[in-house]
């Protein structure tokens, strides 16, 4: 659609790519079909084609309201509108880009913005969030139900392998799941032992950028991302093969790094390595020989969630759930399988009412074939879904460990 960019947007450069993107658009509608925001609402103003609409008219230099901005805050961007978008719309870097202009012309109340800063305080940072972690579940039963659903309770810890192979990958713990499921990126590397490779673990990486990110602290985000590029790229010149991804949310954004820093003279090229180098652990088992892969006896009747991460942004639909097939795992039959949990970074928390609910048609999708425990490939839909599921839920990876 013809598309005529306000001089006040024009005149900076992270704006550049708006016109392309919005021009690409059809408004075939497809997208509301899959959109979980619109199927819960009804309100074509919180569709994908809606919000586009939005957008446009606010980079062309329309009046720009709160409610423009509320429409664009309740979008998850699962970006499920791009894997059924005919036209290819890059739709989740363009409500990335919406919402900080967003903001320019209609800035948040002083009690959003402390919040939004509080967040970026915490979630982003291993050690504060381990330390509320903890405390957290230390007074657990004590807690209102609206914190309680978010902490599960304490497990016993798994064993680090102690082998030491030739073949090396990397891991970056990040930041929540370090502390809330540590039995994730062990059981990665009990299962990458048995296949004769050592998981290196880089201790001083940081937060991959996705809370700065999303809550439109992009400065941070980018400080963020070439902090952990300046970390892996002598390790991956020394021949590390891949950045081992266990969480597909922070996976989408280690992915994302080449777009992010594309104008970045110095790391644009280190950024599109890096990006190429993240791997999802499905994408790593897939090309292994898994004879030496077990599954737990314990394991029983398995739903698999695949979160919008790893399907929409990574596109690999359907991917764990075929290897664990394959494997031997019964797999439970499930429902409406591309639409989101509604756990979505900081959505959660920001958007609770339309979180929870989104989150109750999940569990009822992932449950009706009664499975006996359901996996995931992201920190944050774990949590999200296990805070109010009466079936255990884990880390797939996690059907494979050893003890």
């Known amino acids: 659609m013809k598309t005529i960019i306000a001089k006040e947007f024009a005149d900076q450069p992270q704006f550049d790519s708006v016109k392309g993107i919005l021009q690409a658009c059809v408004h075939c509608g497809f997208c509301t079909a899959t959109c979980p925001t619109y199927l819960l609402l009804g309100d074509e103003r919180d569709s994908p084609r809606g919000r586009i609409y939005m957008m446009k008219a606010m980079f062309e230099g329309e009046q720009v309201t709160s409610a423009t901005r509320n429409h664009l805050d309740r979008c998850l961007t699962c970006r499920s509108c791009e894997t059924t978008c005919p036209s290819g719309v890059e739709y989740g870097h363009l409500v990335d880009l919406g919402r900080i202009a967003a903001e320019q012309k209609a800035p948040r109340s002083k009690v959003q913005q402390s919040i939004r800063w509080g967040l970026r305080q915490v979630l982003p940072y291993r050690h504060r969030f381990g330390l509320l972690f903890k405390l957290g579940q230390r007074f657990?039963?004590?807690?209102?139900?609206?914190?309680?659903?978010?902490?599960?309770?304490?497990?016993?810890?798994?064993?680090?392998?102690?082998?030491?192979h030739t073949r090396v990958m990397l891991s970056l713990p990040g930041c929540a799941q370090a502390s809330a499921a540590p039995n994730t990126d062990i059981a990665a590397a009990q299962v990458l032992d048995k296949l004769g490779i050592t998981l290196k673990v880089i201790h001083k990486s940081g937060c991959c950028g996705a809370v700065d990110h999303h809550l439109n602290a992009h400065d941070k985000a980018l400080q963020k991302a070439r902090?952990?590029?300046?970390?892996?790229?002598?390790?991956?010149?020394?021949?590390?093969?891949?950045?081992?991804?266990?969480?597909?949310?922070?996976?989408?954004?280690?992915?994302?790094?080449?777009h992010m820093l594309k104008n970045d003279a110095i790391y644009a090229h280190k950024a599109q390595q890096v990006s190429a180098a993240a791997k999802d652990m499905v994408e790593i088992l897939e090309k292994e020989d898994t004879a030496a892969l077990k599954i737990l006896k314990t394991a029983g009747k398995v739903a698999v969630h695949c979160p919008c991460t790893q399907q929409h942004a990574m596109q690999l639909p359907g991917r764990v759930k075929t290897l664990l097939k394959q494997l031997g795992v019964e797999i439970a039959a499930t429902h409406n399988d591309h639409l989101c949990c509604g756990s979505a970074g900081t959505y959660s928390l920001l958007q609770p009412r339309l979180s929870h609910q989104l989150r109750d048609n999940k569990l009822h999708d992932l449950t009706q074939d009664k499975p006996d425990q359901i996996v995931t490939a992201n920190i944050g839909c774990q949590l999200h879904l296990g805070g109010s599921s009466k079936v255990p839920v884990k880390h797939w990876l996690e059907l494979l460990a050893s003890d």
């Open 140 to 164: 657990r039963p004590v807690l209102p139900q609206m914190l309680k659903q978010h902490l599960p309770k304490a497990s016993k810890k798994l064993s680090l392998p102690q082998g030491d």
């Open 227 to 258: 902090h952990n590029i300046d970390l892996v790229w002598p390790e991956l010149e020394a021949g590390a093969e891949a950045i081992v991804v266990t969480a597909s949310g922070c996976g989408a954004t280690l992915q994302d790094y080449g």
